[in-house]
């Protein structure tokens, strides 16, 4: 596949002495259903010149109320922004791999789950989606 | 409309296919991302194909599989999204779709693999079913 799209080949290469500015995602996030689904409570934090780690506890029965920590890719709205407001991170829960997109709109942190089944437990594969508020 | 179908991945439960394998079209028609998406199933696996835009004649991205299929929730069967993936050597772009309410909402996560320190990024597109 050679083809690339025209967003592509627009992009201005970025400073690279200036990584992407995560403030817009750091913090602790608290889903705004006070019975959640999956997710009740997101930790993102940029330790030094670390990658963006991201800790969830979870709210679903059968799997780890804590899923550990794991890197998040931080994204750009677009190629020539230098602040962070969308990221990737995935995370293996033991026969269970749940992929995680988030992005912050107006102070809310929307996240999007892909959690896909890989033993034969009684579960489908599910999408989600779940809303966050940022606490102190 | 779209085939009927299932699809099963590494250990999942079959997930009926009909809701996702359709034609779709950018609801936006000066798109600078991605014009449509054409999602087919060939024998039990899916697959997708992207034509990007490219100043008015859309670019082919070509086909690729579909990684796995996800249903609305954990215990429905029907499959309402998706997750695939674009290697284009110096960059890879990861795409994540779901269908709510008759629209796929499809974000891309573009992150640039050549070592030029270009800022990796995002967007979020939305697309109709095309009539067939």
Redesign the interface.
């Known amino acids: 596949m050679k083809h690339v799209a025209l967003e592509q080949m627009q992009e201005r290469p970025a400073d690279p002495r200036a990584p992407l500015d995560p403030a817009a995602l750091t913090g602790n996030w608290v889903n705004t259903n006070s019975s959640p689904s999956l997710i009740r409570h997101i930790q993102l934090h940029h330790p030094g010149q670390d990658p963006l780690v991201m800790r969830v506890i979870g709210a679903e029965p059968g799997l780890p109320e804590d899923w550990g920590a794991t890197d998040a890719q931080p994204f750009a709205e677009n190629a020539a922004s230098g602040l962070a407001s969308a990221f990737s991170a995935s995370f293996d829960l033991g026969g269970i791999e749940s992929l995680l997109q988030g992005y912050v709109v107006k102070g809310v942190l929307v996240v999007v789950s892909f959690t896909r089944v890989k033993d034969d437990r009684e579960r489908s594969s599910s999408f989600g989606k779940e809303f966050f508020y940022r606490v102190p | 409309m779209g085939l009927m179908g299932t699809q099963k991945?590494?250990?999942?439960?079959e997930?009926e296919t009909s809701t996702v394998v359709r034609s779709w079209t950018n609801t936006n028609p000066y798109s600078?991302?991605?014009v449509s998406v054409q999602l087919r199933s060939v024998g039990a696996m899916l697959r997708v194909t992207i034509q990007?835009?490219?100043?008015g004649s859309p670019?082919?991205?070509?086909e690729v599989a579909v990684e796995?299929?996800?249903?609305?929730?954990?215990?429905?069967?029907r499959g309402?999204?998706f997750?695939a993936r674009?290697?284009?050597g110096f960059?890879e772009t990861?795409l994540?779709g779901?269908v709510n309410s008759g629209l796929l909402v499809l974000?891309a996560?573009?992150?640039f693999r050549d070592g030029?320190?270009?800022?990796?990024?995002?967007?979020?597109e939305f697309f109709r079913e095309v009539a067939q």
């Open positions: 991945t590494m250990g999942a439960r997930l600078q991302g991605i990007g835009a490219a100043g670019i082919n991205w070509g796995a299929l996800y249903a609305e929730n954990a215990t429905s069967k309402t999204a997750v674009y290697n284009f960059l990861l994540e779901n974000a996560f573009h992150t030029s320190r270009r800022v990796n990024y995002f967007s979020r």
